[in-house]
């Protein structure tokens, strides 16, 4: 694809880095840290928040984690540390009341874990999928409050903008997926937007919001909140970008949702660092 032409320094908050074959394989898009990184400058992208895919069951994230940390050395990524938990994230009865008993495995991410991904200059956030990773216990969040990173949430009908607001918003910074609505439904997108004013510390990020309407309402009502994620490498950068910038909205709120909002939430992302 050809490079875009355009004004503005643009930072990405949600792109994929597989670190080996086991995870290609179970992702099903096989792109390189080259090729990735290719796409992002295509796209004009200067930064991008990266995490690695889902891992088989009963699998620790610590080797894939450690291997994008290490494949972000001297790219233009900041890596973010894949955390699970044991707890049922779907909101049935029958969910609540296994997590009342559930307990951590040895392949959960635990406070220890969490204290060392913090402390660890490699890492700027975490990034959590809880339908495909479930949720952590009460104590492995508690030490997400204390270290206040930021947490990249995967959101949408499998884990609606309800259950984030009774499970995670009000402990740390959030940055919900794809406007909470994955897979294109709009009704969950209006009640992510709806949960801004309610929730200061509350992000939304593009990747795959496919409607003009959903987006422009986000960022005429709570400009300040919209952070641009391409989704990368499952759609190109360059989808994303070309959406932000024909929206019906001011150049402000544009610069605000291509990066000054993110560099707010994510200090790296800012424009004096690397």
């Known amino acids: 694809m050809l490079e875009l032409e355009h004004g503005f320094r643009v930072v990405d908050v949600n792109a994929r ?90 392949h959960h991410a635990d406070p220890g874990d969490i204290e060392q991904y913090a402390y660890d200059d490699r890492f700027h956030g975490f990034s959590l999928a809880p339908a495909v990773d479930g949720l952590p216990d009460d104590e492995t969040l508690a030490m997400l409050e204390d270290v206040g990173l930021p947490v990249f949430v995967e959101g949408g009908q499998a884990f609606e903008p309800s259950a984030v607001a009774e499970s995670l918003l009000g402990r740390f910074p959030v940055i919900l997926s794809s406007f909470g609505g994955f897979p294109l439904d709009r009704g969950l997108m209006d009640e992510a937007i709806d949960l801004l004013d309610d929730h200061d510390d509350l992000y939304l990020d593009t990747s795959f919001v496919r409607y003009r309407s959903v987006l422009e309402r986000a960022l005429l009502e709570h400009p300040d909140r919209v952070l641009f994620g391409s989704g990368a490498p499952e759609t190109h950068p360059n989808v994303g970008v070309m959406e932000i910038l024909t929206l019906d909205v001011s150049e402000d709120a544009l610069a605000k949702a291509f990066s000054k909002n993110a560099a707010r939430v994510i200090e790296a992302l800012g424009p004096g660092e690397r």
Do not use: C, K, W
């Open 17 to 106: 880095l597989d670190p080996d074959e086991q995870s290609i394989a179970a992702r099903g898009r096989e792109i390189s840290p080259e090729r990735l990184e290719r796409e992002l400058h295509q796209a004009g992208v200067v930064r991008a928040v990266v995490s690695p895919g889902a891992q088989r069951v009963e699998e620790s994230y610590l080797r894939p984690n450690n291997a994008v940390a290490r494949m972000s050395v001297d790219r233009p990524f900041l890596a973010f540390a894949r955390i699970n938990g044991p707890r049922d994230p779907s909101g049935r009865a029958s969910a609540r009341l296994r997590n009342l008993t559930s307990s951590r495995a040895d």
